[in-house]
C-alpha cells in the first residue's frame, strides 16, 4: 500500500471532572487526511483545505507529530499530507489531536505497523505540544485508541482504555468565537486546594466506574468539575445557561469540551440527545451568537481507513 485515506475524529477531553487525563472519540465529526509514500525523506504537507493553519512541515502539527515517528523509525523514504480539515481549529473538540493522529497512524499503516498504539500516542503528543505549549494526550489517545481513554500516568506513559454504554450519546454546541488552549491554560491556577481534589478525584472514579457498569445515572452524577470549570467557564458566553438548558432537556450532565469553547453533554439515547441540542442551540439564538452543533454516538474504533 502507497497510499492511504482516513478519518480522524474529533474528541472531547477532560470531560468534566478529568482535567489532562479523559477523553471521549466522537463518530459523526471529524477530519479527512489522505498521506502518501515518498521515495524524498522528511514530510510534505501537500495540501490544506478548511482552516487557515500553516503548511510548513515544522509549523503543522501533523508535519511535527510525523517528524517524531520519522525520526524513531528505520524507513529511508518519506511522505505526503493532504489534510482536508472539517474540525476547526480552537474548537475545542481536538482539532489539533485529529490532524496529529491522522497523520501517524496513515503512515503507521504503510510501514506495516511497526508501532504501538501507545508509540503513536506519543509521537501525536508532539502535535499537541507545537499547539498549545503541553503535550497532553486526552485528546489524542482517543483519537487513536477509540471510545474513551484515561491517561492513568504521563511518566511513564500509561493509557487505559474503557468501554462505553451503548446508548451514550454525546451532543456538542460550538459558539463561534475562537479560544486558543495555550491561552486557556495560562488562565488556570497551579495548586488546588485539598478539598477540590476530593471532590475531584471521586468523580473520575465515579465516572469510569458509570462507563464500566453501564450506570448512566453514575455517569451523569460524576459530570462535575471543580475546579477548571469555575475559571474557564468565564471565556464562554451563555455557558451557565446553555448548561442549565441541557439539564433541563435531560442531558446527564454538561461541561466544557477541552478547553472551549464547545460546550457538551452526555444523554442517555439519540432522542435526549436531539432535544438537548435544541435545547443548546436557543440560548445561543437567544443572545444572537452564531453556532455549530454535533449529535454523535461514541466511536468506539478511532481513526479509521475511509
Ligand atoms: N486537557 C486539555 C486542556 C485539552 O484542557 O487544556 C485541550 O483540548
Known amino acids: 500500500m502507497e497510499t492511504i485515506k482516513v478519518f480522524c475524529p474529533a474528541t472531547i477531553a477532560n470531560i468534566s471532572c478529568g482535567f489532562d487525563v479523559l477523553g471521549v472519540a466522537l463518530d459523526s465529526v471529524g477530519d479527512e487526511m489522505v498521506v502518501q509514500k515518498t521515495s524524498v525523506k522528511g514530510i ?16 503543522n502539527v501533523a ?72 503535550a497532553h494526550a486526552d485528546n489524542v489517545a482517543p483519537a487513536l485508541f477509540g471510545g474513551f481513554t484515561l491517561v492513568r500516568s504521563y511518566d511513564p506513559l500509561d493509557v487505559v482504555t474503557i ?26 491556577k497551579n495548586n488546588i486546594s485539598l478539598a ?42 451563555g455557558f451557565d445557561d446553555v448548561k442549565a438548558a441541557a439539564i433541563e432537556a435531560g442531558a446527564l450532565g454538561c461541561g466544557i469540551s477541552g478547553s472551549g469553547p464547545s460546550i457538551f453533554s452526555f444523554s442517555k439515547g439519540g432522542e435526549t440527545a436531539q432535544n438537548v441540542g435544541e435545547a443548546m442551540k436557543r440560548i445561543y439564538q437567544d443572545i444572537g451568537i452564531d453556532f455549530d452543533i454535533h449529535i454523535s454516538k461514541i466511536n468506539s474504533e478511532g481513526i479509521k481507513m475511509m
Open 163 to 188: 468501554p462505553s454504554p451503548n446508548e451514550l450519546f454525546a451532543t456538542v454546541i460550538h459558539p463561534q468565537i475562537e479560544v486558543k488552549t495555550s491561552d486557556s491554560r495560562k488562565v488556570l
Open 196 to 237: 477540590d481534589g476530593i471532590k475531584q478525584w471521586g468523580n473520575v472514579g465515579g465516572l469510569v466506574a458509570g462507563l464500566f457498569k453501564d450506570d448512566y445515572d453514575l455517569i451523569g452524577r460524576s459530570l462535575e468539575d471543580h475546579i477548571i470549570e469555575p475559571i474557564r467557564s468565564i471565556l464562554i458566553p
Open 44 to 59: 510534505r504537507i501537500s495540501k490544506l483545505e478548511g482552516q487557515d493553519l500553516p503548511m510548513e512541515t515544522l509549523q
Open 63 to 134: 508535519g511535527v507529530a510525523g517528524l517524531a515517528l520519522l525520526e524513531a523509525s528505520d524507513y529511508q523514504g518519506g511522505f505526503e499530507i493532504e489534510i482536508y480539515k472539517k474540525i476547526k481549529a480552537g474548537s475545542g473538540i481536538g482539532s489539533s489531536a485529529a490532524s496529529s493522529t491522522g497523520a501517524v497512524w496513515a503512515m503507521n499503516e504503510l510501514l506495516g505497523k511497526p508501532f504501538s498504539t501507545l508509540e503513536l500516542v506519543k509521537f501525536s503528543m508532539e502535535g499537541e505540544r507545537l499547539a498549545s505549549g503541553v
